[in-house]
């Protein structure tokens, strides 16, 4: 199983609005990642999970909140968000192994969020 | 970060060979060199990567400067499907973390 799946893949939510994003994978990869992407642009890096501990934060806004509850699941926490953070949002998973080359990112869907 | 440069798009006619090319002037000895791309309304994919030496693989070929201040990815026979945006990345040694570049987007014309 080579598949990272986020759910939902389209969320409308307004500023006042509490939501989660939800990813998962099964390819026992132990870094994490979530990306944001606006349209025509290419994705930035938000945080970075390794081994379940946040390991990068980009400076990104505390309306923001990852959290990654076990090594397959990783979750981000909506609040307050603003309309220009209507986004899509990417999550992804590699191999926790800075010593190999490798280490392809797996990258899932996508969930298209617009905040009203 | 080290960053990379890409043109904007590039057009290409299908069954023909496309190379992409990438400047990474700033590239220090330790980055490695990725190519990902990203078809419509997908997240991104793994095409290639390499540090020094050219690479190939059943998708696509790496050709790297001596230097490594710029690559090329070469699409040996461009399709349909091809078409996407193509990111080239540096990723150091020292995290899996990755910087995307403004990639370039890849029409194919039947």
């Known amino acids: 199983d080579t598949e990272v799946t986020q759910t939902p893949k389209h969320l409308v939510m307004g500023m006042t609005n509490k939501k989660s994003l939800k990813c998962e994978q099964h390819?026992?990869?132990?870094?994490m990642y979530w990306y944001k992407q606006k349209a025509k642009k290419p994705p930035e890096l938000m945080f970075v999970?390794?081994?379940?501990?946040?390991?990068i934060n980009e400076s990104v806004p505390s309306r923001f909140s990852p959290e990654c509850p076990n090594s397959s699941l990783l979750n981000l926490h909506l609040h307050a968000l603003q309309p220009e953070d209507s986004a899509l949002y990417l999550c992804?998973?590699?191999?926790?192994?800075?010593?190999?080359?490798?280490?392809?990112?797996?990258f899932g869907p996508g969930t298209r969020l617009t905040v009203l | 970060d080290a960053k990379t440069t890409q043109p904007n798009s590039m057009e290409s006619n299908e069954e023909e060979p496309v190379h992409l090319p990438c400047n990474h002037s700033?590239?220090?000895?330790?980055?490695?060199i990725h190519w990902y791309r990203q078809l419509p309304s997908q997240g991104p994919e793994y095409v290639i990567h390499?540090?020094?030496s050219n690479v190939n693989n059943r998708m696509a070929s790496l050709a790297i400067a001596e230097d490594r201040k710029s690559s090329t990815l070469i699409l040996h026979r461009a399709t349909l499907r091809d078409a996407a945006v193509y990111y080239c990345?540096?990723?150091?040694?020292?995290?899996?973390?990755?910087?995307f570049g403004t990639g370039t987007s890849l029409t194919v014309i039947p």
């Open positions: 992804a998973s590699s191999q926790e192994s800075r010593q190999n080359s490798y280490n392809e990112q797996f």
């Open positions: 390819m026992g990869h132990r870094a």
């Open positions: 999970y390794s081994y379940e501990k946040l390991s």
């Open positions: 700033t590239i220090s000895g330790t980055d490695y």
């Open positions: 390499g540090l020094t």
């Open positions: 990345i540096l990723r150091t040694n020292t995290g899996n973390q990755f910087y």
